[in-house]
């Protein structure tokens, strides 16, 4: 029953964005994010619009990349998702990988994923058609979006600024989601509102 | 917990890739001067690794070099990368095989070791680090050409850039990036395809159709913009690859762009 729904909902979902396939529609800092709705993995549908007034993070990720391998395996990206937790900041964890590529999981897995690695996302949405990533232009695991409390793309990037998947993350780095989330709750200008993101691509089935 | 095992099988993957640094002479010069040496790689069907900017994703190879007294070791010489599309991102890498050259200025004769550590990332469409320490010695000599290594060093130096020689502007108009270069009608007429590649993230949208045109003076090529140009980038960096007609064959060359003013 739930499952029948659900098919009913991608479809009617897919042939919304039937238009969007580039991915380069890179959405502009400044300018309203753009809205999507998913199923999250408890099978629950999540909309962007659910969340007025509150900071948004959107986080993509790919849970055998490298990448987002060290900064799960060092506990960094669980630290600031305890941070972010702790200002009120809703953390939704995108997976858009495709069926039979890497990374891509059922939603039972991708709670064990959570259990085990203890991360505290909000919601983990379920982007098998890489409708929701195209339509942010994600391209790497991990690939970070802020959107602050009015819904409008303040950071868009990177992390951090050591793009490596080697070993520890060293007291020199910098976390450019963190600076940003505490420049945004003191009302400062981003410094660093753009940057270049790295790791793996995002495994897009097209 | 896991991550040093996985890191170490990681590492145990290197045949992936087989790497090797080399020379183009056999020996060290009797004097002092340059002398040229190289990252060999050579890669499975289908892997690659990266240019300098990789494009979408990716990382660029790195080496880290041991400092060894007698010589200045030069940056990375990139020859021309391959277009590599991965589901609707565009990367820039290297497959099949590759040579990255890197100028040695000898400023003491005598035997010269060298070690470094050489790291990259291959991918084909899951993506694996690697690491790996590298040495070469030569001996003191004459700095014979090595037969062996020659040919291998003469096809890549081939691909990598030149300096951008012509009169060229480029305006970022709206969305759009647009790329003047000036030319005699000679050079112009011989002109087949050319294409850009950006050395800095978000200079332009990779993916994006490059439109060429030429008219009496210049060749044009017409970009769709980035986000850093929408962050208020004031400049272009980057490649562009010529391919002329020559004698019937065709001529394959790339032109560093440094650094040119981004005009309204």
């Known amino acids: ?206 | 917990m896991n991550f040093s095992s996985n890191t170490l099988a990681a590492n145990n993957e290197t045949e992936l890739v087989k790497a090797a640094l080399i020379s183009e002479t056999i020996s060290a010069p009797k004097d002092r001067g340059i002398i040229w040496v190289g990252l060999h790689q050579k890669l499975q069907p289908n892997w690659h690794t990266y240019w300098r900017y990789a494009g979408d994703s990716g990382l660029p190879t790195q080496l880290k070099w041991k400092k060894f007294k007698n010589v200045e070791i030069g940056k990375i010489h990139w020859p021309l990368p391959d277009i590599i599309k991965v589901g609707p991102l565009v990367n820039y890498g290297y497959e099949n095989e590759t040579l990255l050259l890197i100028p040695l200025t000898v400023k003491k004769k005598g035997p010269i070791n060298l070690k470094a550590v050489a790291e990259w990332l291959v991918c084909r469409e899951i993506c694996i680090p690697q690491r790996k320490v590298l040495s070469l010695n030569l001996p003191a000599g004459n700095g014979e050409i090595n037969p062996v290594n020659a040919s291998l060093f003469k096809k890549f130096r081939r691909l990598v850039p030149e300096e951008l020689h012509w009169p060229s502007k480029v305006f970022s108009i709206g969305n759009q990036i647009k790329l003047i270069i000036t030319m005699n009608m000679d050079e112009l007429k011989r002109i087949e395809s050319v294409h850009v590649f950006p050395g800095i993230d978000g200079l332009i949208e990779n993916g994006e159709i490059q439109k060429f045109s030429k008219n009496k003076r210049n060749i044009i090529i017409n970009m769709k913009a980035g986000y850093a140009i929408e962050e208020g980038l004031k400049f272009f960096e980057g490649m562009i690859n010529i391919k002329r007609s020559h004698n019937g064959s065709l001529d394959n060359r790339s032109y560093r762009i440094n650094k040119l003013p981004l005009l309204k």
Request: proline residues 5%; aromatic residues 10%; charged residues 15%.
């Open chain 1, 1 to 206: 029953m739930r499952f029948k729904y659900n098919l009913l909902f991608l479809v009617c979902f897919v042939t919304n964005f039937f238009f969007i396939s580039s991915v380069n529609a890179s959405p502009s800092l400044g300018t309203p994010a753009p809205q999507f709705k998913g199923i999250d993995s408890n099978g629950n549908e999540v909309s962007l619009s659910d969340f007025q007034g509150k900071i948004v993070i959107l986080e993509w990720t790919n849970h055998d990349c490298p990448y987002v391998r060290r900064q799960y395996m060092t506990g960094n990206m669980q630290m600031v998702q305890v941070k972010a937790k702790d200002m009120g900041v809703v953390w939704i964890t995108i997976i858009s990988s495709a069926p039979g590529t890497q990374g891509h999981v059922n939603r039972r897995q991708a709670n064990k994923l959570t259990a085990s690695r203890k991360a505290l996302p909000s919601h983990v949405v379920m982007d098998p058609s890489g409708v929701i990533g195209k339509l942010y232009g994600a391209r790497t695991t991990p690939h970070m979006y802020i959107l602050d409390t009015k819904g409008t793309l303040v950071y868009k990037g990177a992390i951090d600024d050591k793009p490596t998947s080697w070993g520890k993350i060293d007291a020199g780095t910098k976390n450019y989601v963190l600076d940003a989330l505490s420049e945004l709750m003191a009302g400062n200008r981003i410094t660093h509102a753009a940057t270049q993101p790295y790791g793996c691509s995002v495994k897009y089935g097209s």
